[in-house]
């Protein structure tokens, strides 16, 4: 059998499914892997590695558009593009901003539902504030 890891063994390594392989690959965010004489996918032992970055990434709110700008910077041959990166940081830290603003916008209006008594008398659906909050931040 020639070099390199099938699709089981990388998903079982990476600890994701088969399939999480190969929808990264169809996004462009693992390279396309070499194929065997009878076409099964061989992947380096590095894709392991970068799908587990792309899976942190996205635990810690990474878009994958975002990861995919993020492994190109980081697969670079020439010296670690800083500026680049610094760039990339400041525009996630305003995104961030964004959503705590939001974030805790909603959890103040939560925190006053939740402080009306419970037998207090019911109001229409469409007057519920944590609905008509929801659907605000819906609106395009």
Known sequence: MEDGLTI????????????TVKYYEKCE????????DSGYRL???SVVEDIRLIKRAQEIGFTLNEIKQLLALIKQESCFPMEE???FAMA?????????????SFKSLLEQAV??????????????????????DDAP
């Open 8 to 19: 089981g063994q990388v998903a079982k390594a990476a600890h994701v499914n088969p399939e």
């Open 92 to 104: 996630k830290i305003a995104e961030i901003n964004v959503k705590l603003a939001r974030l805790a």
């Open 29 to 36: 965010l693992l390279q396309k892997p070499v194929r065997s």
């Open 43 to 45: 992947y380096s032992k």
């Open 115 to 136: 402080e009306r008594p419970a037998f207090s008398d019911p109001s229409p659906k469409p007057n519920c504030p944590v609905l008509k909050k929801i659907r605000e």
């Open 85 to 87: 990166m610094q760039a």
